[in-house]
């Protein structure tokens, strides 16, 4: 089946790309504070320019299997194959986790194979699972203590890293400061989760209209999340392309030197009320 190759690949370069990156988060601070040695500083720059490449090799598999794996092609192919193949942990745990990466988790296969998991597999990602559909039946409360439960059963700290991701993705349409809070207690459990530092910056670019007094104001917010845009390609190079992407799109929105010029705001502070709290220091011009 060519989703199998597809798993087998993006699991391989998750994989590699994790080895990668445990050495970038290991020597981004020692670079950052000067006090890299030479031999290390070449063991970053290789350890970038490899997880770079790695981002680009997934980037294409998935432009050219992801595509099809889509909740049109999935749900029939599922369908099929259920019965034969309901206990067989490995190929439901599969069917779930990319039922839930396309957002097909409305439909009622998704319930059954999730159900299958919980039969066959009670691990911390079906808790999770079973938060998702607590949240989507209206159930906050058993959502959130499904959400605790999945986050306290896992042990590795890489795969509790995913969970609070996940849980991010999941939360951010009820509670913003919510993702936020799972989305950073996701970087704490993993410091190269670069997705979680996606995340966060789309979360503040989505909230700039909410944030501020005046149209400068809001805009300041997008310079917020350039910043954790830019950061999500600092601790994991395979998504430098998508965090330039994000970043430069956030950037354009922000004041412009002629705004801040105008505006008189060059190198003032300016403090966020709303959820997203903290400040941002207008650039010098």
Not at 73 to 91: A, C, H, M, R, T
Not at 192 to 215: E, H, M, R, V, W
């Amino acid at each position: 089946e060519v989703f199998d190759v597809y798993d087998d690949v993006t699991e391989k370069i998750e994989e590699e790309n994790k080895k990668l990156t445990d050495v970038i988060t290991t020597l981004l601070p020692k670079d950052s504070t000067g006090t890299i040695t030479s031999k290390e500083k070449r063991s970053l720059q290789i350890a970038t320019t490899n997880s770079e490449s790695y981002g680009k090799i997934a980037g294409s598999v998935d432009s050219k299997l992801g595509a099809l794996a889509d909740c049109d092609n999935l749900i029939p192919l599922y369908q099929k194959s259920f019965e034969e193949k309901k206990g067989d942990v490995k190929w439901v745990k599969r069917a779930v986790g990319r039922m839930f990466s396309k957002e097909c988790t409305d439909d009622p296969l998704f319930t059954k194979l999730f159900e299958a998991q919980m039969a066959l597999d009670p691990s911390a990602k079906a808790r999770m699972y079973s938060g998702l559909l607590k949240q989507k039946a209206g159930n906050s409360q058993g959502a959130l203590e499904d959400f605790n439960k999945a986050v306290d059963l896992e042990t590795d700290s890489y795969e509790k890293s995913e969970i609070l991701y996940k849980i991010a993705t999941i939360v951010r349409k009820t509670s913003k400061s919510q993702a936020r809070s799972y989305a950073q207690k996701a970087i704490d459990a993993n410091k190269a989760n670069g997705k979680a530092y996606l995340l966060i910056a789309n979360l503040y670019a989505t909230s700039a209209n909410d944030c501020g007094s005046t149209p400068f104001e809001k805009r300041a917010m997008y310079w917020k999340a350039a910043e954790m845009a830019r950061q999500a390609g600092r601790v994991d190079p395979a998504l430098s392309s998508n965090a330039q992407q994000s970043s430069a799109s956030y950037d354009a929105k922000a004041p412009s030197k002629t705004d801040i010029f105008n505006s008189g705001m060059a190198g003032k502070k300016i403090t966020f009320s709303c959820w997203v709290g903290g400040s941002i220091t207008v650039p010098n011009i």
